[in-house]
């Protein structure tokens, strides 16, 4: 059973940054691709950024393209997202979760979710 636990969210004003943690255990984290989501007030889960076991490679959702950067540290077993040049639209719950794949982010286990609020 893997176990994914999320830090780093907080409260910042519009334009600041924050930077999420999603530690590993319980399996072999660097084989799992992974994944950022993030659900809003009265809003789906969407998806993020993945990133790939492999090669690294990463896949974003538009609207966070350019701001949002997505890392991993197999050695740590624990995945990363630099948020930069934060809206008030950002506004969410951040979820990570292990993936099959990067390019289909559907996950199969979740964190429990930091809370990221973006004032304006």
């Known amino acids: 059973q893997v176990q994914l636990v999320e830090s780093g969210g907080g409260l910042v004003q519009a334009g600041g940054s924050l930077r999420l943690s999603c530690a590993a255990s319980g399996g072999i984290f660097s084989t799992y691709a992974m994944g950022w989501f993030r659900q809003a007030p009265g809003k789906e889960r969407e998806f993020v950024a993945t990133?790939?076991?492999?090669?690294?490679?990463?896949r974003y959702a538009d609207s966070v393209k350019g701001r949002f950067t997505i890392s991993r540290d197999n050695a740590k077993n624990t995945v990363y997202l630099q948020m930069n040049s934060l809206k008030p639209e950002d506004t969410a719950v951040y979820y990570c979760a292990t993936l099959d794949s990067y390019r289909i982010p559907r996950g199969r286990y979740w964190g429990q979710g930091t809370q990221v609020t973006v004032s304006s």
């Open positions: 990133i790939a076991w492999s090669d690294g490679s990463t």
